[in-house]
């Protein structure tokens, strides 16, 4: 039997759980092709494969889909100004269907069978790898070890793992001084389990990677400049030093450094997870929350009020799509090709000011927008008539209370 095992690891050169899961799938007779993306984790990505070939992988393949990741997933992310429950930025979510698309692309090559993955029966990457996969290769079939009484039986959690890796020479990531499940790629870090599972427990101060601790930051604002074109960034400016980023990857690494530095995209959530329950996780998102922004006021300028509604409605629809792992059903497709008519006139320069967690709007430019200083202005009459405001004054809400006070009199 020849399938994959989907490794994402994590700075000692393998996950607790992969390692773990692709050591029992070879006691259990199969044939192991690791395949590991680079999403830009912070990864020794040499020692990954070094320990997948050790702990019985035939072949290993690291594939990096980074910039994929930003052009395909992230910028339509920030196009469709996607928030899962006001405030997460998907950073998890969009890395599924990135992810999966090139590992189901190897699994064809190579004649695979089975499909692999190391997450548990409680959490949404289980959903989202499993539709994901379904949808490229339907005749696939996937092996979810921690959902098989035959292992969760044998390693009933961490530290059942734990002993089994000790047992196998198994490196184990995770440490009495850093007891949490961390989730890394370019656009966020999470963490979750272990000490942040207690909603009372503060974040400790280990847990601040993608951006500063507050009390680290600097005191003096960064200013930046971010040009969209059709909702997409295409250049930013540093306004203080003159530095010029215009290629998407190395844009989104640079706004990653420099607006996590000052904490911006932080957050501590506690959310709606798919199978109905709800989970505390620790965030940090600087590039996805300072384009956010941007985005949202290039949008406000330029953008049409019906048109924006009709797309409002849409960003949330697409976030709940994303979230839940339902990237291929006709609905997400559908919704995702709606979006590019929606953003042909985002274009426009924006000033942001970053400084101590905040994101300050400064100014912004568009040769498409749809704002005219002239009627608005308190200083000229220009070619709008005060009196005609009367009409729409008059009639809705008035007439509205009109009829209820004739159906009251009943």
Not at 9 to 27: A, F, M, P, R, V
Not at 257 to 281: A, L, P, W, Y
Not at 362 to 377: D, H, I, K, R, T
């Amino acid at each position: 039997l020849r399938r994959y095992v989907q490794q994402r690891l994590h700075g000692s050169g393998g996950s607790l759980d992969t390692s773990c899961i692709l050591l029992w799938l070879k006691e259990q007779g199969y044939d192991i092709i690791a395949y590991l993306a680079n999403i830009g984790q912070k990864e020794d990505f040499e020692e990954a494969r070094k320990n997948a070939l050790k702990f019985g992988a035939k072949k290993v393949f690291i594939e990096d889909v980074s910039r994929e990741f930003v052009e395909e997933f992230i910028w339509l992310a920030i196009q469709f100004s996607a928030l899962y429950e006001d405030r997460y930025l998907l950073g998890t979510s969009l890395t599924r269907p990135c992810i999966t698309c090139k590992q189901m692309e190897i699994t064809q090559w190579k004649g695979a069978k089975y499909v692999s993955h190391s997450t548990t029966g409680k959490g949404n990457n289980q959903v989202r790898f499993e539709l994901i996969c379904y949808s490229l290769v339907p005749q696939i079939n996937v092996i979810a070890p921690w959902k098989m009484p035959e292992f969760y039986n044998q390693l009933k959690g961490y530290n059942n793992l734990m002993e089994y890796a000790k047992q196998h020479g198994i490196p184990i990531p995770v440490t009495p001084q850093s007891p949490w499940s961390m989730d890394e790629n370019l656009m966020h870090i999470s963490y979750q389990a272990g000490i942040p599972e207690n909603p009372k427990n503060q974040a400790p101060p280990g847990l601040y990677t993608k951006t500063q601790d507050q009390a680290k930051a600097p005191n003096t604002p960064d200013i930046l400049e971010i040009e969209f074109k059709k909702g997409v960034p295409v250049k930013v400016t540093n306004v203080k030093d003159g530095t010029i980023h215009q290629t998407s990857l190395e844009l989104f690494m640079y706004l990653n450094e420099v607006t996590g530095k000052q904490d911006v995209g932080h957050i501590d959530i506690v959310e709606n997870c798919f199978i109905e329950m709800k989970s505390r996780g620790i965030q940090q998102a600087p590039a996805g929350t300072i384009l956010y922004h941007a985005h949202l006021d290039t949008k406000a300028f330029t953008m049409d009020r019906e048109v924006r509604k009709i797309k409002q409605g849409l960003g949330l629809k697409f976030a709940e799509l994303a979230y839940t792992g339902f990237w291929h059903s006709p609905e997400c497709e559908f919704v995702r090709h709606c979006i590019a008519k929606s953003q042909e006139q985002v274009e426009g320069k924006v000033q942001v000011s970053v400084l101590e967690v905040q994101v300050y709007i400064l100014g912004q430019e568009s040769p498409l927008s749809l704002y005219n200083e002239e009627p608005v202005s308190m200083n000229v009459q220009g070619d709008y008539e005060p009196v005609d405001a009367t009409g729409f004054i008059n009639i809705r809400l008035k007439e509205y209370h009109h009829l209820q006070s004739k159906v009251t009199a009943r």
